[in-house]
């Protein structure tokens, strides 16, 4: 099922063949810059197995990205809920991830954008957050051009406390009913 389609994407349901390049994806160091390290191909199986339960259980998640162009994979833009400890958690979360090959086409700033809207009206949500480690200058710029605004910064609790990573960001939307 598509969810949302803008000018130049397609955010669907995920399909089997979207395995082996969002493996490959998760395994590339420069995609994984600012996390705390690549996946394996079976963390990778693992984390596409969250991702299709989330959508069972809340009817949203973080849906597949193809390109209008070529129908080719490009990564995944959408919605998780965040539940680990922290002042603003639990809290539904706004995320990308796109390969190396996507970079620098706006299909980060395209996709979440549309997906909020979405999220706000049709899937009711009146609060979306969205966060990532204070480096990632990239994230953070997409987080301001679909208006979202700084909140605070915070030590993730999953990170590793002496890590650059372990400083992040929080950024928040709302929309008024």
């Known amino acids: 099922m598509i969810y949302i389609e803008t000018?130049?994407?397609?955010?669907?349901?995920?399909?089997e063949a979207d395995l082996g390049p969002f493996i490959r994806?998760?395994?590339d160091e420069k995609v994984m810059e600012y996390f705390p390290k690549?996946?394996?191909e079976e963390e990778t199986i693992a984390f596409y197995e969250v991702i299709t339960n989330e959508f069972k259980d809340l009817g949203y998640g973080l849906y597949a990205v193809e390109t209008k162009e070529n129908n080719a994979?490009?990564?995944?833009?959408?919605?998780h809920q965040a539940t680990f400890e922290a002042d603003f958690t639990p809290c539904v979360e706004i995320g990308w991830r796109l390969t190396k090959e996507a970079w620098g086409k706006g299909y980060a700033t395209e996709g979440a954008d549309a997906c909020l809207q979405y999220g706000f009206d049709k899937l009711?949500?009146?609060?979306?957050y969205s966060f990532t480690a204070e480096i990632n200058?990239?994230?953070k710029n997409v987080m301001k051009k679909i208006g979202m605004r700084f909140i605070q910064t915070f030590e993730h609790p999953r990170v590793e406390k002496n890590?650059?990573?372990s400083k992040h960001?929080?950024?928040h939307v709302n929309h008024i009913k």
């Open 163 to 165: 890590s650059r990573l």
């Open 73 to 79: 994979f490009i990564g995944f833009i959408g919605f």
């Open 169 to 171: 960001v929080l950024f």
């Open 38 to 40: 690549t996946l394996s």
């Open 7 to 15: 000018p130049r994407l397609r955010l669907r349901d995920w399909r």
């Open 137 to 139: 200058k990239g994230s």
């Open 25 to 27: 994806m998760n395994e």
């Open 124 to 128: 009711g949500f009146t609060d979306v």
